[in-house]
């Protein structure tokens, strides 16, 4: 199984930016998807999550800015951020609980991690 992150690049404030997450292999389904936040020499955020029945959650510093969904006839989950600052600058990445064909449990798998840079 693989995760791609995409979408990430340099943008003014105030400006948005689109995030994919796609997975690929023998899937069998996705579970929970998040997207977190790395910025170097800080601890690694949790900025938002959808659960495999659409259900939603973000970290307050995004709420109404951001938005995750999920689109799971191709595996992708998306994370569109609007009215962008410079504090949410860091690598993003995903994290998908998938279960794959022929197996009965759950595991974890991250994505490489797409660079979000704003501008102020």
């Known amino acids: 199984v693989q995760l791609q992150a995409s979408g990430g690049g340099l943008v003014q404030a105030g400006g948005a930016l689109k995030l994919s997450c796609q997975a690929s292999g023998s899937i069998l389904s996705i579970g929970t998807v998040a997207w977190y936040r790395h910025v170097p020499g800080k601890q690694r955020e949790l900025v938002a999550f959808?659960?495999?029945?659409?259900?939603?959650n973000y970290t307050d510093s995004v709420l109404g800015r951001f938005t995750i969904n999920r689109e799971d006839f191709a595996n992708t989950v998306y994370l569109q951020m609007d009215s962008l600052k410079p504090e949410d600058t860091g690598v993003y990445l995903c994290?998908?609980?998938?279960?794959?064909?022929?197996?009965?449990?759950?595991?974890?798998?991250w994505g490489q991690g797409t660079q979000v840079t704003v501008s102020s």
């Open positions: 994290r998908a609980t998938i279960k794959l064909s022929g197996t009965d449990w759950w595991s974890n798998y």
């Open positions: 959808v659960h495999s029945n659409g259900n939603t």
